[in-house]
């Protein structure tokens, strides 16, 4: 019993060091509130309401909106001057889509892309409005989800806010898939004049398309945060929630698709139908890793709050003295 009783000991000296020095630690962009303040509201974040209940709800509308939306995106690209744009969009769901996944994506793809569906664009349009407004609406629910002290964005205000970034995504996915196109194309130009043309080349507009993924990622996360978050007063493009969502992502994708190559018996059991357990998997990952991102941004914003108040009752009360 006194053995224990120095173990309980020794791990609650521990804990309180820990404590201590997380409450020096001040980390750049959370405002100037220490480290221990945002991690203790962070933690409370994820035991209100269930973080995995929460994504599911939000990959479940994600799913559905989807495949109305590429169905709509890649009728439009045929009607786009530039060459090449399929196959770089083809080239970037490569490299982002888990292993097993690609080649059922891809051929739906193909075949969408042999004819231009003038009919199909019309009703893709309408599913893809409909339906990826209802994914957009379903992160700003997931939020703030049973958290009652920091509010929700009003319904009215949310149903505006999913057109307006539904439209912002429509138009950075349009504008990434030009850049791609015109970097494959402008660079091999470039380096063929100066007389330089080798593997370095291939390297380089590999290396573009990443970063321009990437790009679209912290851009497209960032606008979700600000509109979903209902005390955002203005558009910051890099926030800790949006940078660790995009670490995040790079790791989580790197060993998800290591698991999936090496471990992973999904397609082995299920055969063709396994390409899109993974699939579902893999967005239900993902708004996992959207709403940890959030909840960052929202508890430094809590914290913030209760540092300020803090502040200023200490200084009401030196008033009244």
Known sequence: MKSFDKIKTYFEDVVERVKSVLRLVVIPGFGGV??????????????????????????????LALFPMILFLFTLIPYFPLQGVTANILEALQDILPPGTYDSVSSTINEIMSIEHGGLMSIGLLLAFYF??????????????????????????????????MLMFVALLLLSIVLMTLGQKLLPIFFVKIHFYNGFVTFLINLLRWIIIIFALIVAVSLLYHFGNPRSKR???????????????????????????????????????????????????????????????????????????????????????
């Open 34 to 63: 220490p480290l221990y303040d945002v991690l203790v509201y962070f933690v409370r974040g994820f035991t209100q309401v269930n973080l995995i209940d929460r994504a599911a709800a939000v990959a479940f509308n994600v799913f």
């Open 235 to 321: 558009f910051k493009l890099f926030t800790p929630g949006s940078l660790l969502f995009t670490g995040l992502f790079i790791v989580g994708t790197i060993l998800f698709n290591f698991y999936i190559s090496n471990i992973s018996t999904y397609n082995l059991l299920y055969g063709s139908i396994g390409g899109l357990i993974i699939f579902v998997i893999w967005i239900y990952f993902n708004c996992i890793l959207i709403l940890i991102g959030y909840e960052l941004n929202k508890s430094i914003t809590k914290a913030t709050v209760f540092k300020f108040d803090m502040i200023k009752m200490i200084e009401d009360k030196k008033d009244n003295e």
């Open 132 to 165: 990826s407004t209802s994914a957009v609406s379903s992160f700003f629910r997931g939020f703030n989800m049973g958290d009652n002290e920091f509010g929700q964005v009003s319904f009215m205000k949310q149903q505006i806010y999913s057109i307006l970034v």
